[in-house]
């Protein structure tokens, strides 16, 4: 395997993004220790009479390195910070979810065949062209208060996402299957689960950590854009999609507002996109033989 | 001069590796000149640069030369107007050749109009008259390509090829995914081809008996050097090259030696490793692939199983192996421990994840045995050092993979040995290797073999006896001296006087004789 990721400028540049935010995740209540601040306290003093920040770039200060959010005050870097968790968190167990079912799904559908397969290429046809978005909307809607809303998005988004990665390890798997080492391993005796489990998943293995990679950014996206409609995490958990969709109002009078968690999500989905892009190239299993 | 084709000097290079250096050859009109050699000799990235069909990162020093013209370094689109204009293309995959969702009419016709100016009617008229050349039906023009033949695909390309007058054909491996009798009427249809229009044809092929059959010269290449260059009777009667030579004592031949019996086997072994009775395996409600075959293979013994594409004779060796289940008949005297098999493609036999002593072990792992030492002793019976075991599939050759799949079907100590084409995709000088191997082994380790195989030279080499399948049925059987020294079934003649023989006088010969005949 010709794993040299660091062949690649963009490639590394985007892990590089990649570790700075898990970093800025995992090291939050740190960082806004240094900084002095917390997302959840309001500083009126910070905002004019009008709720409008005062002072340069929404409020940008030694106290407050990003400003601060209109109407409350809060500080905007922590607010950015913390939404990094909630992005990360929701992205990666979501995608999560999607990659187990999908992987359980698409391999088993590959490698069985039949009405068992005939039944799963249908659902993910259904769920292809299935309102996915609005479902979510009206799930979040009714949904009732006791359900934890992270575990609730991570469980829907993850349900919605594992059609794709499915499909592609279905085809891969019903190559894999008629390769001549499946059929000596099947002329030696081996049953169905050693077969799958020595045979084919590691021959899947390149596939699903790109896929799982590249799924990221899309879980990141349908989180915010869950928290930008409203039915995302609930507040007051910080979360860029929120944040974005409350920046809107605010786009004419504080540009800033919008500018920092919008370039958050975008830097956070580019930049697992090309690391993605990359590994797909260092893993591409055009392996000899 | 006469001469079309002038190729000197002519080097290629992908980066510091030089596939082809310094080769040198002339080609006349009317004539028939073989590029000989073995995978990686070169032969086919030299005929892929006379077109200019390489990729970028190939650096193409020297110079080729058609009818006076300088082809290297010629402009793109004079080149494409010479692809297809005066040199035209024959592949070896006729399937992928031709796009499948137009109609191999309209794709003629779609070559003729890349360079002529032509009516639409005019077109239809020219395709059905390449396709009369080509002793085609004329519904083969509305046809789409996966209702056709092999053979009928591979006439169909060789219309397109000469759909524009070509100075130049150029084949590489035409013949090489064909059956044997559909092979010999692609080749007389070259050299007739060759003959009525002048065309010169620059044929790729690594079959000696291809080069017999149709080639005027040759030269023969290896590791990207011409080491000799010979008109054909001179280059099979006194070959002057040491590797020419060996490549032309590999090549099997059609003759019969009785083989040494093995050593465990009693002079009379009467045991059966294996009965086979009434076989009939069908696919799906119609095709029945194997229709009432009954055979048997002693303890000890080889018995080779030859037929043409669709024969039947895979789907027996894998019914035995227990991969497909029969309709009904039975096989006896086997249990699946007892069995191994080897497959043709050794590029794909061995999982590319695990280093080849992994899979030389996964048979005795299945079977809750110990492996301890076991794998060594495998790796040393065929011939590779135990260090090899650390290896993955992509850092061996083709002949390493097989003796390792040769290994693992052994690891449990066989009664059978199911060989399914195992040299097919091999150099003619690993394959003699290989099945020297192979019957060593036999004769050393006493377990019965059925050999599968569509070459009856192989066969011939091998096999004790031999049983002859045709559409799904075993046509004739016994040893292997009797039924292709002396074959009593019609069919039987037939693939052995379509199997070119390495030796252009006597091809001649056998040619004039199926002639007479009325052999494809």
Known sequence: MNFDVRKDRWAAAGALTVALFLLAAAFAPVLCAIEGQDPYTYDLD????????????????????????????????????????????????????????????GTTAGFFGGWYDRVVSRTIDVLFGFPSLIFMIALGAIAPASVPRPLLVVAVVGAFGWPSIARVLRGQTLVLRTR???????????????????????NLRATIIVYATTLIPGMI?????????????????????????????????????????????????????VVGDGLRDALDTRTAG | MGQLLAVEGLTVAFGAHEAVRDVAFALRPGRVLALVGESGSGKSVTAMSILGLLPPSARVTGS??????????????????????????????????????????????EA???????????????????????????RVAGAYPHQLSGGQLQRATIAMALSCGPALLIADEPTTALDVTVQAGILDLLRDVCARTHTAVLLITHDMGVVADLADDVVVLTEGRAVERAPVHDLFATPEHGYTRALLEAVPRLEVAPREPAENAGPVDTAMAVEVTDLVVSYGRKVRAVDGVSLHIGHGEILGLVGESGSG????????????????????????????????????????????????????????KSDKGRVAQLLESVGLRPEHARRYPGELSGGQRQRVAIARALALDPVLLIADEPTSALDVSVQARILDLLADLQ???????????????????????????????VVEAGPTARVLGAPREPYTRRLIAASPVPDPVEQRRRRREAGSVGVA
């Open chain 1, 46 to 105: 910070a905002l004019d009479s009008s709720g409008v920040p005062v002072g340069f770039g929404g409020g940008i200060s030694a106290d407050h390195w990003f400003g601060v959010e209109p109407l409350t005050g809060r500080d905007l870097f922590a607010i950015v910070v913390y939404g990094a968790r909630t992005s990360l968190a929701v992205g990666a167990g979501a995608t999560a979810v999607a990659v187990v079912l999908g992987v359980l799904i």
């Open chain 1, 180 to 202: 001549t080492y499946v059929t000596a391993a099947v002329a030696m005796g081996a049953g169905p689960a050693r077969v799958m489990r020595r045979e084919i998943l590691p």
């Open chain 1, 221 to 273: 996206g349908v989180e915010a854009a869950l928290s930008f409609l409203g039915v995302g995490v609930a507040p007051p958990t910080p979360s860029w999609g929120r944040s974005i969709g409350d920046a809107i109002a605010w786009v004419g009078t504080d540009p800033m507002f919008l500018v920092f968690p919008g370039g958050a999500l975008f830097l956070a989905t580019l930049a697992f996109n």
């Open chain 2, 64 to 109: 080729v030369r058609l009818d006076g013209e300088e082809l290297i370094g010629a402009k793109p689109a004079r080149l494409r107007q010479i692809r297809g204009g005066t040199i035209g293309t024959v592949f070896q995959e006729p399937m992928s050749a031709l796009n499948p969702v137009f109609t191999v009419g309209n794709q003629i016709a």
């Open chain 2, 112 to 138: 003729l109009h890349a360079h002529r100016t032509l009516s639409r009617a005019q077109a239809r008229q020219r395709v059905r008259e390449l396709l009369a050349e080509m002793d085609l039906p004329e």
């Open chain 2, 313 to 368: 004779k895979s789907t027996v060796a894998r019914a035995i192996a227990g991969l497909v289940r029969p309709d009904s008949g039975a096989v006896r005297g086997l249990s699946r421990a007892r069995t191994g098999i080897v497959f043709q493609d050794h590029t794909s036999s061995l999982n590319p994840r695990y280093p080849v002593g992994d899979s030389i072990a996964e048979p005795l792992r299945i079977h809750g």
């Open chain 2, 443 to 473: 004769r050393r380790i006493g377990f019965g073999c059925l050999f599968v195989s569509h070459d009856l030279a192989v066969v011939a080499r091998i096999a004790d006896r031999v049983a002859v399948m045709r559409a799904g049925e």
